[in-house]
């Protein structure tokens, strides 16, 4: 029986299938919308009752580029698409200055951004420290960086990454105004989202690590869904560094919540306030230190 072969499969493939349809003769019947293939007809998919099952493909389609990138954990940045790197910002405050008539809002805010620019490079610095940890010993890839694919401080991530020669994850999401992924992010890892609640699931499916910069709306909101999944124990914690402790205590009085008793003291230790890439680095590793025996 040593000439025995058992086949692996005796259905075709769906591609096979796919292509074996396109190519069919046409006719009334075979031009008619319900004649397609299920997984071909995008009027179908795009019904409204079709949204469970697009839930599903965009649960599962980043899920399985992971996989099959080898990719075991994430360390993920989140921060504003509006503070450039320092050059730039430099030269926004400059052409601020320049404009003519009552511009000093707009002075204002150009200087603020300018102040805050900085953390594009420290973006890009903890960026370049992490994606350089090695693989573990089943050979997996960890804290890899990944981002949400846009410009400024998601940009200095993947960017940081690309100095190291390192691959790096970029989790876009579809806009009213057009949104491309920056140039670092690596093209086999980038992934586009029509849903906010599942590209925030898989910003936190893999991370084991998240630094949290100067942002606005998007950033809070992604944010503090991670301080409440950590806080009512629908997640293990994990390392969450807070960049900018001026900005942070400015924006949002965390100690007036603990005074109200909204929330509970300890909720303060959920996250740490740091400022360099060398501090946040450090906080990781702590974390994740094999205790003394």
């Known amino acids: 029986m040593t000439d025995t072969h058992v086949p692996s499969r005796v259905f075709p ?37 079709l949204r469970p099952v697009r839930f599903q493909l965009e649960l599962l389609k980043p899920e399985l580029i992971l996989k099959e990138a080898n990719i075991a954990s994430t360390f993920v940045f989140y921060g504003s698409a509006r503070i450039p790197e320092p050059s730039k910002a430099q030269a926004m405050l400059d052409f601020a200055r320049a404009a003519e008539g ?24 903890l960026a370049g420290k992490v994606s350089q940890f090695p693989l573990d010993e089943e050979g997996k890839r ?32 579809v806009l009213p105004h ?27 499916l893999h991370a084991r690590a998240l630094a949290a910069f100067p942002g606005g709306f998007g950033t809070f909101d992604e ?38 008793g909204v929330i509970s003291p300890r909720d303060l230790s959920l996250f740490t306030m740091v400022e360099t890439a060398n501090e946040a680095w450090e906080v990781v590793q702590d974390f994740y230190r094999e205790p003394v025996v």
């Open 223 to 260: 944010l503090f869904e991670l301080l409440t999944l950590i806080q009512t124990g629908k997640i293990k914690p994990i390392p969450v560094l807070l960049f900018g402790k001026d900005f942070w205590n400015r924006v949002v009085n965390f100690e007036a919540l603990v005074e109200e």
């Open 142 to 173: 960890q804290f890899v960086v990944c981002s949400g694919g846009g410009p400024s401080i998601m940009e200095a991530a993947n960017r940081g990454a690309a100095d190291q020669g390192q691959e790096s994850i970029g989790l876009n999401i």
């Open 13 to 49: 493939r769906a591609r096979q299938d796919a292509e074996t349809a396109n190519a069919g003769v046409s006719t009334p019947q075979t031009e008619n919308p319900s004649f397609r293939l299920a997984f071909q007809d995008m009027d179908f998919l795009l019904r409204e009752d």
């Open 178 to 204: 057009e949104q491309a992924p920056n140039p670092y992010v690596t093209p086999h890892l980038s992934m586009q989202f029509h849903y906010f609640a599942l590209r925030k699931m898989h910003f936190l």
């Open 102 to 125: 009552d511009n000093e809002q707009g002075i204002r805010i150009a200087e603020s951004l300018v102040a805050k620019s900085r953390y594009y490079d420290v973006a890009r610095e």
